[in-house]
C-alpha cells in the first residue's frame, strides 16, 4: 500500500525567505508524485508533478521539487516566497501498479508573514 | 464543461436526513474521485470509479455513505441518516489518466445540524 507523510503540519515564513515543505512516500513500486496547492476558500490546483527523467521539476509560480529515489522523498522548494503564496500545500502520489487511488498527505499550511 | 463542477456548493441539512451530492467531471475524464475535507484534516479517499470497473469503495466510513456513476459521467455520492461528524467539505476530482493527475472541483460544503 502506498501512503504520503508531510513532516510539517504549519510551516511560518517571512516574505522573500526560502522555503522547503517536505512530502515521504511510501511505495515498493513505482510512482507518480504530485503538490497540489489550496488557496483560502478555493479548491485544489496542480502545482507541479513528476513522473519520470529529470528528478528537479518546476512548476507554477516559482515552485519546483526534487524527487529523491534514495529517500522516498519530493520534497517542494521556492527561494523567495511572496505573502501570496499562503495557501495550504498537498503532497500526493499515484503507484504505476496495483491500486489506481490518488493518496495524499495530509497538508501544510504555508504562512507567510511580512 | 471546463472544469469539474459540483453541486450544490453548499448545503445545510438536519440530522437524519439524506443528501445527495453531484458531480460533473472533465469531459472523456474516466476516472472520477471524491474525497472528504475536515477541518484541521488532510484530504480522506472516499470512492474512486475507473471506466467500467467495479468502483473502490474501500474509503466510505461507513455504509450510510453510497457513490454511484451513470453512463461514465456524472457521479452522485449519497449520505443517508447524516449525523454532524459528516460535516465537511466534499471533493470530487476527475482525472483522464495518472500521468496529468487529478483536477479537482469546488467542492461542496456540508453542514449537520
Known amino acids: 500500500a502506498q501512503s504520503v507523510t508531510q513532516l510539517d503540519s504549519q510551516v511560518p515564513v517571512f516574505e522573500e525567505a526560502p522555503v522547503e515543505l517536505r512530502c515521504n512516500y511510501s511505495s515498493s513500486v513505482s510512482v507518480y508524485l504530485f503538490w497540489y496547492v489550496q488557496y483560502p476558500n478555493q479548491g485544489l490546483q496542480l502545482l507541479l508533478k513528476y513522473l519520470s527523467g529529470s528528478t528537479l521539476v518546476k512548476g507554477i509560480n516559482g515552485f519546483e521539487a526534487e524527487f529523491n529515489k534514495s529517500q522516498t522523498s519530493f520534497h517542494l522548494r521556492k527561494p523567495s516566497v511572496h505573502i501570496s503564496d499562503t495557501a495550504e500545500y498537498f503532497c500526493?502520489?499515484?503507484?504505476?501498479?496495483?491500486?489506481?487511488?490518488?493518496?495524499f498527505g495530509t497538508g501544510t499550511q504555508l504562512k507567510v508573514e511580512l | 464543461g471546463a472544469g469539474v463542477s459540483q453541486s450544490p456548493s453548499n448545503k445545510v441539512t438536519e440530522k437524519g436526513k439524506d443528501v445527495e451530492l453531484r458531480c460533473d467531471p472533465i469531459s472523456g475524464h474516466t476516472a472520477l474521485y471524491w474525497y472528504r475535507q475536515s477541518l484541521g484534516q488532510g484530504l480522506e479517499f472516499l470512492i474512486y470509479?475507473?471506466?467500467?470497473?467495479?468502483?473502490?469503495k474501500s474509503g466510505l466510513p461507513s455504509d450510510r455513505f453510497s457513490a454511484e456513476r451513470t453512463g461514465g459521467s456524472v457521479s452522485t455520492l449519497t449520505i443517508q441518516r447524516t449525523q454532524q461528524e459528516d460535516s465537511a467539505v466534499y471533493l470530487c476530482?476527475?482525472?483522464?489518466?495518472?500521468?496529468?493527475?487529478?483536477?479537482f472541483g469546488q467542492g461542496t460544503r456540508l453542514t449537520v445540524v
Open positions: 470509479f475507473q471506466g467500467n470497473s467495479a468502483p473502490d
Open positions: 500526493a502520489v499515484f503507484t504505476t501498479g496495483g491500486g489506481n487511488k490518488l493518496t
Open positions: 476530482a476527475s482525472s483522464l489518466n495518472r500521468v496529468e493527475g487529478a483536477f
